[in-house]
């Protein structure tokens, strides 16, 4: 069984950078492409970006192309995503998610493909 744990959240001044982490149990770093998605309120989950198994595939919303930055420490067992510039549209709860895969550079962008589920971090950005 696979367990998330996400964190790195808070209140951050529009402008500024947050650096959200995901702690993974089990072994995840062998097998497992993941991926950060965002739900704001009242608004559906989507997706923000995407990493494949190897890490050397990566993916991103048009909507934080440039400004956001995933990565992912296999030996750590941890994902990362580095915000900058932040806006207060990018406030949201960031949950990240993990899909068994068999091909190191296989990446997903669609909410229902992915088998695992942290709890969610909360990221607001005030003007």
């Known amino acids: 069984q696979v367990q998330l744990v996400e964190s790195g959240g808070g209140l951050v001044q529009a402008g500024g950078s947050l650096r959200l982490s995901c702690a993974a149990s089990?072994?995840?770093?062998?097998?497992?492409?993941k991926a950060w998605f965002r739900q704001a309120p009242g608004k559906e989950r989507e997706f923000v970006a995407a990493?494949?198994?190897?890490?050397?595939?990566?993916y991103y919303a048009d909507s934080v192309k440039g400004r956001f930055t995933i990565s992912r420490d296999n030996a750590k067992n941890t994902m990362y995503l580095q915000m900058n510039s932040l806006k207060p549209e990018d406030t949201a709860v960031y949950y990240c998610?993990?899909?068994?895969?068999?091909?190191?550079?296989?990446?997903?962008?669609?909410?229902?493909?992915?088998?695992?589920w942290g709890q969610g971090t909360q990221v607001t950005v005030s003007s």
């Open positions: 998610a993990a899909k068994r895969v068999r091909d190191l550079y296989e990446t997903r962008t669609v909410l229902n493909d992915y088998d695992y």
């Open positions: 990493i494949s198994w190897s890490g050397g595939v990566t």
């Open positions: 089990g072994r995840t770093s062998v097998g497992y492409a």
